[in-house]
C-alpha cells in the first residue's frame, strides 16, 4: 500500500488561498483530491494521473489546480478564491484504476489522514 501525508490545510478568509500538498510513499498511476463536509458524503475534488491528464469536479473549476512533482512524490492543490462552501476535510487519494476521471472513491486504493479546511465568510 502507498502511505500518504497530507498537510496545508488552513482557516482562511472568503476569497483567500491554499495549497495542499501531500507526499506519497511510492508512485502510482493516478492521484487525486477528495473532500468531505460533516454529514455530507466523500466528493471528488480533482485528480491527475501518470501522463499530467487532469479531471476537475465543476464546483471547483477556474479556482483549483491540481499538479505534481514526480521527482518527490508529492501531489499539490492549489486552492484560489476559496467560498465557505469549500469547508470541509480534504484528503489525498492514489491508485491505479484507469477510472480514476470518474473522482469516485472506489476508484482510488489508498487515502491519506485528512486536512481541515475551513473557509469563513
Known amino acids: 500500500q502507498v502511505q500518504l501525508v497530507e498537510s496545508g490545510g488552513d482557516s482562511v478568509q472568503a476569497g483567500g488561498s491554499l495549497r495542499l500538498s501531500c507526499v506519497a510513499s511510492?508512485?502510482?498511476?493516478?492521484m487525486g483530491w477528495f473532500r468531505q463536509a460533516p454529514g455530507k458524503e466523500r466528493e471528488g475534488v480533482a485528480g491527475i494521473n501518470s501522463v499530467g491528464t487532469t479531471r476537475y469536479a465543476d464546483s471547483v473549476k477556474g479556482r483549483f489546480t491540481i499538479s505534481k512533482d514526480n521527482a518527490k512524490h508529492t501531489l499539490y492543490l492549489q486552492m484560489n478564491n476559496l467560498k465557505p462552501e469549500d469547508t470541509a476535510v480534504y484528503y489525498c487519494?492514489?491508485?491505479?484504476?484507469?477510472?480514476?476521471?470518474?473522482?469516485?472513491?472506489?476508484?482510488?486504493?489508498?487515502w491519506g489522514q485528512g486536512t481541515q479546511v475551513t473557509v469563513s465568510s
Open positions: 487519494a492514489a491508485g491505479q484504476s484507469r477510472q480514476w476521471y470518474l473522482l469516485r472513491p472506489p476508484y482510488f486504493d489508498d
Open positions: 511510492d508512485y502510482t498511476y493516478s
